[in-house]
């Protein structure tokens, strides 16, 4: 069995640990703040205590997968892992200053994986003297719950790692998709719609927080509202994933972050963690009550899902996957209740492209270009 290596102990680090001592995997997690690891070792037994009360593990397991894991300070603990899954601070120097240092711990054969939501693996891969060995290992937030992961290798990468890596992740039970290494991979590119053109209804005044939530969950299907979920994940973290995109798509106009969301992560207004986002979370505060018009409401929910269905058509156009892995990413990654190009198909392409090209026409922005993909199939009537 092979023994893996998670670096970063924090709320990624600690789930993917977690995920493969249940596998049975020999893990070692290390974190250089002391803190950390606590907090992990801690929540993991918490974690495990829940699962014995519920009768879906047995106590002698919940011992076992924690004795299974080794926490340590010094990557020179990694020494004899068969591959490490880096899950520290998404920043690209840190990330290259780290995996050159852990090639010089690591056996000749150890793959060096990532878990970035944005960064670009080939970059990562050339701050190392055996780049082939380097692959991209996104998993989703909390990765003990959610079952789909997206598999990036980089141009370096070799098919023998890329083959394993699949081979491995695949054993654990989980759904994997490959990728091409472009910014924000599936998931993180094609939900940009979800956030920036929330946003942007709210800036032209349309409608407030409350409403675009309640028209997509309510009459979308969603299990959570836009301004709900950017308050769940941080207007900080999902901010700076917005504007790394952007900047990493050379300033492609679709992609353009809000000032909005900008202002809210400027004022400290994170989201539920600082008690105040676009909602105040506060001890007594009353959740404000959407507008209930059903017209509003779906014109809102068409307005983000063409946005949506225009981005998974053009991940398929730019061959960044497959339609149906595009789709599979949407709805097992982050639970869309269903696939965007199958519901693209539903409402039928010409529909979408009818719609899209209208705002195109009204706004004259390129934000609103339809991708090629979405006009070939609705000229030829055909489905995705
Ligand atoms: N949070 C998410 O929803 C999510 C989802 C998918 C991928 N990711 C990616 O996973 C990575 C980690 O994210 P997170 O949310 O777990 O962050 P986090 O802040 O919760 O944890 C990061 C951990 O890394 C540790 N760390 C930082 N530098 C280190 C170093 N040089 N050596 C050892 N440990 C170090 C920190 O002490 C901290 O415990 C990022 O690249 C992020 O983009 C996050």
Known sequence: MLKIGVLGAGSMGSGIAQVASQCGHEVVLCDTNAVQLEKAQSGLAKTLEKLV?????????????????????????FEKCDLIIEA???NLEIKKTVFSQLESIVSETCILASNTSSLSIASIAAACKKPERVIGIHFFNPAPLMPFLEIIPAVQTSEATTKKSRELIDSWKKITVLTKDTPGFIVNRVARPFYGEALRIYEEGIADFATIDWAMTELGGFKMGPFTLMDYIGNDVNYAVTESVFASFYYDPKFKPSLTQKRHSEAGWFGRKSGRGYYDYSKDAVLPEPKR?????????SRILIMLINEAADAVFLNIASVKDVDLAMTKGVNYP??????????????VLTQLDALYDEYREDRYRASVLLRRKAQAGQAF
Request: charged fraction near 25%.
């Open 53 to 77: 009360e519920k009768e879906k593990i047995s106590a002698a397991d919940s011992q076992s997968i924690q004795n299974r894991i080794q926490y340590a300070n010094s990557v020179s603990e």
């Open 88 to 90: 520290i601070i998404e």
């Open 293 to 301: 018009d059903l017209e509003l409401g779906q014109q809102i929910f």
């Open 338 to 351: 269903k696939g965007l190009l199958q519901w693209a198909n539903e409402l039928g392409p010409q529909n």
